[in-house]
């Protein structure tokens, strides 16, 4: 429960990191790309570590592999990056946490899984929440706000099967072997659609961009991508999820304090039901068996 409460609160971070270098002019697919080429040696290294010795992998765990990789870290950034252009870093954060109702939906269509009661209660209190707080939002932002959502619920919805796909395969390949290998996948997608879009002249960017690239892959990617991974071969993908919903008030808290945005009565209202959905979680993890 931990690792993924760590994880959610540390990617949290990535969408302010990312406003504020969208200050400096720079687009999308180049800020993706530098936050992926500074977080490639950490995959590669973490790679070659865990695949020594261990068992080879099949011809259909590359392939799920590569899907895993291009859902969750490729396809989900790039949406979430561009939707970042129309709509504040606490919206955003808080349509990307729609993601566990998509991984509850998921894993019980597909995987036949069911669910407790308080998985239920925690999720109905988190999301009660949430609606608060995007209401702020949804009626103070300005015209573009419905492109910018469909973009992040678009990327809610990747990266919700990527964590579904993830579950079936972690424990079997092992958390940092199979996160290494899917992130290295999406980093290379993500060079390719750079040299596909962009001329290499716009990787000339003001310094400052380049720290907050090297801050974004290492704080809100390596570190959040492992813990996820970690807290998914330990308590399951839906689980995961339901955790993870800490994040809208880390992401309000940090906009508050780095970007200068508003906390209206609505966001502390839904802040403290998420609140409220985490503990219930929590506290049925502590029961004794």
Same mark, same amino acid.
């Given at each position: ?5 760590? %994880? ?51 011809? #259909? ?15 989900? /950034? ?8 129309? $709509?504040?870093? #606490? ?20 995987? %036949?899984?069911?669910? &407790? ?17 995007? @209401? ?5 932002? %300005?015209?573009? !706000?419905? +492109?910018?959502?469909?973009? !992040?619920?678009?990327? =809610? ?16 390949? %092992?958390?940092?072997?199979? *996160?290494?290998? =899917? ?17 290499? *002249? ?10 907050? /690239?090297?801050?974004?892959?290492? +704080? ?12 998914? &071969? ?14 809208? !008030?880390?992401? $309000?808290?940090? #906009?508050?304090?780095?970007?200068? &945005?508003? !906390? /209206?009565? @609505? ?14 979680? /929590? ?7």
């Amino acid at each position: 429960m931990s690792l993924a409460i760590a %994880g959610s609160v540390l990617f949290s971070g990535k969408a302010i990191v990312v406003k504020l270098a969208y200050r400096y002019g720079v687009d999308a697919a180049t800020l993706l790309a530098l936050r992926m080429a500074f977080s490639l040696p950490f995959f590669i290294a973490a790679y070659v570590w865990t695949a020594r010795g261990a068992v080879p992998l099949a011809a #259909a765990d590359h392939r799920r592999l590569i899907t895993i990789g291009l859902l969750g870290y490729y396809a989900a /950034s790039y949406l979430d990056f561009l939707g970042l252009q129309h $709509i504040s870093a #606490a919206l955003e954060r808080l349509i990307l946490y729609l993601s566990p109702t998509l991984v509850l939906l998921m894993s019980a269509l597909f995987l %036949g899984k069911r669910f &407790e009661r308080r998985d239920v209660t925690a999720l109905a209190l988190a999301y009660a929440g949430i609606v608060l707080a995007f @209401w702020h939002d949804a009626r103070f932002e %300005g015209g573009r !706000v419905a +492109l910018g959502s469909a973009l !992040v619920f678009g990327s =809610a919805f990747c990266y919700a099967a990527y964590l579904v796909l993830s579950g079936q395969l972690v424990r079997r390949v %092992g958390a940092i072997r199979l *996160t290494s290998y =899917a992130m290295t996948v999406s980093a290379l997608a993500v060079f390719a659609q750079f040299l596909l879009l962009n001329p290499m *002249t716009s990787l000339a960017q003001p310094v400052p961009v380049y720290w907050l /690239s090297l801050l974004n892959a290492v +704080l809100c990617t390596v570190l959040p991508v492992f813990a996820t991974m970690l807290a998914v &071969e330990r308590i399951g993908a839906g689980r995961t999820s339901l955790a993870a919903m800490v994040g809208p !008030v880390a992401t $309000i808290g940090l #906009a508050y304090i780095f970007l200068g &945005e508003a !906390v /209206s009565a @609505w966001q502390v209202a839904g802040t403290a039901l998420v609140l409220a959905g985490v503990y219930v979680l /929590s506290r049925a993890d502590l029961r004794p068996t």
